[in-house]
Structures are given as structure tokens and as C-alpha cells.
Nanobody
Framework: QVQLVESGGGLVQPGGSLRLSCAAS????????MGWFRQPPGKEREFAAA????????RYADSVKGRFTISRDNAKNTVYLQMSSLKPEDTAVYYC????????????????????WGQGTQVTVSS
């Protein structure tokens, strides 16, 4: 059974930082594109960041570019999202997502192109 488990969420003040982790089990994702999405309260799920299987390609939503960094450690089957200069509008449930097959890095901002999802971790940015 494939599982993606996010951790690292919490309450942080504006301007602060958090690092989210997504640990995969049940299969290896070392050859697959991984992504982070988020769902702000009362809004639809939206793309945040994605990373190719080797980590050499990344893509970010305009709203997080320059503040968030996605990375991965294939030996640990784990993907990370380092979030800095956090704003109240970053408040959301953050979800990790993985693709079932291939190293294709197209359409990474489309949630429908991912096959596996974690349960989400809450990030709240507030003073």
C-alpha cells in the first residue's frame, strides 16, 4: 500500500519559516515527479511546487516563487518544501503528491496528473 505522509506543519508568524516533509512508503518515487499543492480555507486546491525525479527541474507557482524551495532525497524517499518569508495568505492545508509512472515533467501544476496524495498538513501563518 502506497502512503505519502506529510509532516512539519504548524503555526508560524508572518515572515517566519517552516520546512514540510513528505515521506513515501510502499513504493519508491525516485523515478517520479513529485509535487506540493495547497488548499487555503474556503478555496480550491492549488499548485505550489513540483520537482523532477532527479531534482534538476523544479517549478513554482508565481505566488511562492522566490520564497519556497522544493527538494528531494531519493535515498530517503522523501520530498521537502522549505517555506520562508511566510505570509498570512500562505495559510492552507499542504498536500504532497506523486505520480505513478515515468519521469515526464509536463503539466506539473495539474492535480489530475498525480496518482498518490498524502493526507495533508496544516500551515497557519498568523501573528
Amino acid at each position: 500500500q502506497v502512503q505519502l505522509v506529510e509532516s512539519g506543519g504548524g503555526l508560524v508568524q508572518p515572515g517566519g519559516s517552516l520546512r514540510l516533509s513528505c515521506a513515501a512508503s510502499g513504493r519508491t518515487f525516485s523515478s517520479n515527479t513529485m509535487g506540493w499543492f495547497r488548499q487555503p480555507p474556503g478555496k480550491e486546491r492549488e499548485f505550489a511546487a513540483a520537482i523532477s525525479w532527479g531534482g534538476d527541474n523544479t517549478r513554482y507557482a508565481d505566488s511562492v516563487k522566490g520564497r519556497f524551495t522544493i527538494s528531494r532525497d531519493n535515498a530517503k524517499n522523501t520530498v521537502y518544501l522549505q517555506m520562508s518569508s511566510l505570509k498570512p495568505e500562505d495559510t492552507a492545508v499542504y498536500y504532497c503528491a506523486g505520480r505513478r509512472s515515468g519521469g515526464y515533467f509536463g503539466l506539473v501544476d495539474r492535480s489530475t496528473t498525480y496518482d498518490y496524495w498524502g493526507q495533508g498538513t496544516q500551515v497557519t501563518v498568523s501573528s
